[in-house]
């Protein structure tokens, strides 16, 4: 039964992401450069088994919903997806309209394919949350994928969809581009109801350098090289801060293969992670001061889309302020590897790649290490430049706000008027000089942020709630429903 409950996993992955691949080589020629843009279906509805105590019979469907444009050739994609899944004991079968589909003028292909296996409750759950990762890790490279994701267990019916279509975006190589809402890659932060919040983040592109493949693990026969090209940023967006200083708190990072495919799915142990346990494998952190630990409590069931490695950072001897924000920013880094080539790219060929990548990464990184660390370390290191001038700015305008209010608290409490002390308390509504100087703090400190926030370059707006990549409140109470019966008593 573990070997069926990994297929399961596996094989709405495969079968997800080769999709991605044919369709993507079919509209190549069509719309180069793109983003890819439809409409896709995964349903799994699960009965309590008749032959098994204890046990699902789960009939999972991956269909397009009448919009995947550009000439997806079913008999071909079905032909080729076969060899893939050659090894999938579960009882796997297809439909598709291939003769309307052939009259068709539109280019709406119409496609379903569906697989059927047995698990445990508990595990079904879990293969639930992790094909939700897998698809909000999807959306945010490829926007204007529309996924509807659909769970019925024993009659109990919950349903998400993840787009990001009318989000802003970064455009990248190759027909991605990745979506800057920090609202997928952080929770909102703890801000008062006067405060705003730039809504977006601003990555850095790093330099692209090209990957050697290990003569060991070569022999594949590519034409075209691996390029790898990183990406960082803070989230939220540094150059709008709060009363409190900000900290780097922790870091996550998000491997990508050709195509914007996820290289790794959550809880999933793969050669791919192994160079990530090295914490300075890529980044000599000390020299940021940042004490680096690997933070292993990756939470399934949330919201944020789930980083491939996060590294937590632990308090510095500099983090002691007590004007410190307790929340702090995330580091976010975006590893691309991408496959160029001088010659039309196959779908097999590329299928080739993906599979390399993934079994073969860390191998792959080896033997371009000092390359590949150089271009993540400049690119990291502009991030944290801004951040370190950010934090200086920010102690400096600290420093002048203090120099102020102690200047005129001397003169309000060395005057000898006492009409004049009367007035300055009543002018800020204080009813002693301490309550004055707390006040007088507050009013200096509002102003200057507020002077800040309309020279900031950024856009500038109170952050509002996702409807993409995330559940709404009626969606996941229906899913926190079904996970209760998926589990038994005590364990929920």
């Known amino acids: ?38 409409q896709l279906v995964i349903s799994i509805e699960a009965l309590n088994s008749k032959h098994q105590a204890n046990t699902l019979h789960c009939v999972t469907t991956i269909a397009s919903a009448g919009s995947i444009y550009g000439g997806l050739v079913l008999k071909k994609f079905l032909k080729e997806i076969q060899s893939i899944l050659h090894g999938f004991s579960a009882k796997l079968n297809w439909t598709s309209e291939e003769a309307s589909y052939s009259q068709d003028t539109s280019g709406v292909t119409p496609f379903q394919m569906i697989f059927e296996v047995d698990e445990k409750p508990k595990t079904l759950m879990t293969d639930c949350l992790i094909i939700k990762n ?9 926007p204007k994928i529309r996924f509807n994701f659909s769970v019925k267990v024993n009659g109990i019916f919950s349903m998400e969809i993840f787009e990001a279509e009318n989000e802003p975006t970064l ?13 997928h890659y952080v929770s909102a932060p703890k801000f008062g109801t006067t405060e705003l919040l730039c ?40 150059k709008v801060f709060s009363n409190q200083l900000n900290r780097i708190s922790s870091i996550s990072i998000f491997l990508y293969g050709p195509l914007g495919l996820p290289l790794i799915l959550p809880s999933q ?16 952190w000390k020299k940021y001061h940042l004490c680096v630990v690997p933070n292993l409590d990756l939470n399934l069931d949330g919201d944020l889309v789930l980083p491939d490695v996060s590294y937590q950072v632990e308090s510095s001897e500099g983090d002691q302020s007590q004007n ?30 993906q599979t390399l990548l993934t079994t073969h990464l860390s191998a792959i990184f080896m033997e371009s290490h000092s390359a590949v660390q150089d271009s993540i370390q400049i690119t990291v290191g502009q991030v944290l430049e801004h951040h370190h001038q ?42 002693d000089t301490q309550e004055f100087r707390t006040k007088l703090h507050k009013s200096f400190h509002e102003t200057t942020q507020h002077r800040f926030l309309h020279h900031c370059s950024c856009e500038v707006k109170q952050p509002s709630p996702l409807n993409s990549g995330t559940s709404s409140s009626p969606q996941k109470e229906t899913f926190y429903l079904i996970c209760s019966h998926l589990l038994p008593s005590g364990n929920h």
């Open 199 to 238: 809504s977006r983040i601003h990555p850095v592109l790093g330099h692209p350098v090209v990957l050697f493949i290990p003569d060991d693990v070569a022999g594949m026969g590519l034409l075209g090289e691996l390029i790898l090209t990183p990406a960082a940023a803070l989230c939220p967006c540094p």
């Open 134 to 142: 897998f698809l909000h890790k999807i959306i945010i490279v490829l």
């Open 171 to 183: 455009n990248l190589s190759n027909g991605i581009a990745l979506v800057v809402n920090y609202q």
């Open 269 to 284: 142990e793969q050669p791919t992670a192994a160079i990530f346990k090295d914490t300075s494998y890529f980044i000599d």
């Open 324 to 353: 410190m924000d307790p929340q702090g920013q995330t580091l976010l880094l975006f590893l691309f590897v991408d496959f160029h080539s001088r010659f039309p790219v196959q779908q097999m060929e590329l299928w080739g790649v």
């Open 390 to 431: 950010a934090v200086k700015a920010h102690q400096k305008l600290q420093a002048s706000l203090s120099v102020a209010v102690n200047s005129i608290m001397s003169i309000m409490t060395g005057s000898t008027s006492s009409s004049f002390r009367k007035i300055c308390l009543q002018t800020l509504q204080a009813t």
């Open 1 to 38: 039964m573990e070997k069926e409950t990994a297929g399961k996993i596996l094989t709405g992955s495969t079968i997800l992401k080769y999709l991605i691949i044919h369709w993507k080589c079919e509209t190549a020629e069509v719309s180069k450069g793109a983003l890819l843009e439809g």
